[in-house]
């Protein structure tokens, strides 16, 4: 019989970090939420929806406090019911971590989180908000529609699982436990040799013969439609319900987006139940001449919602052609959407923006920075012109300020050693508001005003 599973939230915690004479531990990368989720069946008017996280501690700022270095996520989960437009729940939570010292070679590894709903048939959007604990402005997002459907009446099967390690356990009080096994799921869905070698699948079916003999297939499905990757076994089951687990090694599979798929055969190899998922290999040892970056990047930008997509090109337009612009205006589906970016942040790591190359974990990062430094008058730092500048010419080697005396207003002068021979950008306060408005710089391409000492009065 499978089991109704309980709600969980827990976290798994397999690195540390080391002892360093400072105040916080600032993370070189943006930061990161991986999510994941997977249904099975719990009764006759409900699904059961487990929903994985995993974060990666070099993503997360430190703070030395009490022998301890301490870090942190915050989570905002949400699912609302599309028909309805109401929620069928809104929650906030924090995973807390401590750890004494660090290794670089464990930091590469994610900790994990889990947590389990049932949820009435219909269709949802699973909408979950991180942010790093210690800098706040430091957040990603994700969203997913799901559709919780009634059972069908024939022989079923649940999502499909995707998981770091499966492996016989008794530990009930184990978050990951499930039907006699630890099945610890892999939300990042990243698999390979740097990582995770070995891809464990979970998967339950419903409704078997248990007279009957069932063939099991796995299938690895490259993004041309061809079969990679087959294995397959003939079992009897001999009940109603069981679970399918299984592990395929990925180590010899050129980096890439793939489909692995669990096929279900009854004995007149009629397919009758069938679960699927994208995952991703990265093999840096393997080389492929076929092989084009935009892989790489779609695999940074999987589980970005549409609106999130979006919301990072707007971010990027400072880099953007007008062509590019308006291209990407026209897009509608999510999924072009992220084609899009993948290969527009190729061209832009490849220098074939208007501003040279940066890749787009540095410029993201410049983004977060102006967003901390230079809000004003509810707009984003990233939009006001301080903003702006610093996240295409990146921190300046100098800055004047000059804060407001008599009648003249506050303005400060920014300036490049390294850009032109030396250049500067001059920002007035002009409206008193707190957003310094550039008024003249000496670099080409860049607004120019001889006069700009006239805006001080």
Same mark, same amino acid.
């Given at each position: ?162 998981? !770091?390690?499966?492996? !016989? ?96 055969? @009854? @004995? ?7 679960? =699927? ?14 092989l084009t970056d935009p892989v790489f990047q779609e695999m940074e930008l999987a589980g970005l919602s549409e609106e999130r997509l979006t919301e990072e090109f707007q971010q990027a337009r400072y880099l953007a052609t007008e062509g590019e612009i308006e291209a990407f205006a026209e897009i ?26 940066? !890749? ?57 050693? !390294? ?25 080409? @391409? =860049? ?11």
């Amino acid at each position: 019989m499978i089991i109704n599973r309980l709600i969980l939230l827990s976290v798994v915690v397999g690195f540390s970090v080391n002892e360093i004479q400072a105040q916080d531990l600032t993370p070189p990368k943006s930061f990161r939420l991986n999510l994941d989720y997977a249904k099975f069946r719990y009764d006759n008017e409900n699904t059961y929806l487990e929903i994985y996280y995993a974060f990666y501690p070099y993503f997360l700022t430190y703070r030395w406090s009490g022998e301890k270095y301490r870090t942190g996520v915050q989570l905002r989960m949400r699912l609302k019911n599309n028909e309805t437009n109401t929620y069928l729940f809104d929650e906030q939570s924090g995973l807390q971590v401590e750890a004494a010292d660090t290794t670089e070679a464990t930091s590469r590894f994610p900790f994990v989180t889990q947590a389990g709903y049932a949820v009435p048939f219909g269709d949802y959007t699973l909408e979950v908000v991180a942010n790093d604990s210690l800098a706040p402005s430091r957040r990603d997002s994700v969203s997913f529609n799901i559709s919780a459907n009634a059972y069908p009446a024939g022989a079923w099967c649940s999502d499909l699982e995707l998981c !770091s390690t499966i492996k !016989s356990s008794q530990k009930r009080d184990d978050p990951f436990f499930k039907n006699s096994l630890e099945v610890v799921p892999n939300p990042t869905l990243v698999f390979g040799v740097t990582a995770r070698p070995v891809v464990f699948h979970y998967v339950e079916l419903y409704n078997l013969d248990p007279v009957k003999t069932y063939t099991v297939k796995q299938l690895i499905i490259d993004p041309d439609g061809e079969v990679i990757r087959e294995a397959s076994k003939t079992r009897n089951f001999g009940a109603r319900d069981a679970i399918e687990v299984g592990t395929t090694n990925v180590t010899s599979i050129f980096s890439g987006r793939y489909q692995f798929h669990v096929l279900v055969l @009854d @004995d007149s190899s009629q397919e009758i139940a069938k679960a =699927e998922k994208t995952f991703y290999v990265y093999n840096p040892h393997l080389q492929v001449p076929s092989l084009t970056d935009p892989v790489f990047q779609e695999m940074e930008l999987a589980g970005l919602s549409e609106e999130r997509l979006t919301e990072e090109f707007q971010q990027a337009r400072y880099l953007a052609t007008e062509g590019e612009i308006e291209a990407f205006a026209e897009i509608i589906s999510e999924d072009e959407k992220r084609k899009f970016l993948a290969e527009f942040w190729v061209n832009v790591e490849n220098g074939e923006s208007r501003h040279g190359p940066i !890749s787009r974990a540095d410029y993201l990062e410049r983004v977060e920075k102006t967003n901390e430094r230079y809000p004003s008058m509810g707009k984003k730092g990233w939009r006001s012109d301080r903003g702006r500048i610093y996240i295409l010419y990146g921190p300046p080697d100098e800055i004047d300020r000059y804060p407001s005396a008599g009648e003249s207003k506050p303005y400060e002068i920014w300036r490049y050693h !390294s850009i032109e021979s030396g250049v500067e950008f001059i920002y007035i306060n002009r409206w008193g508001f707190g957003d310094y408005e550039l008024v003249h710089s000496t670099k080409r @391409d =860049e607004l120019r005003n001889e006069q700009w000492q006239s805006y001080l009065r």
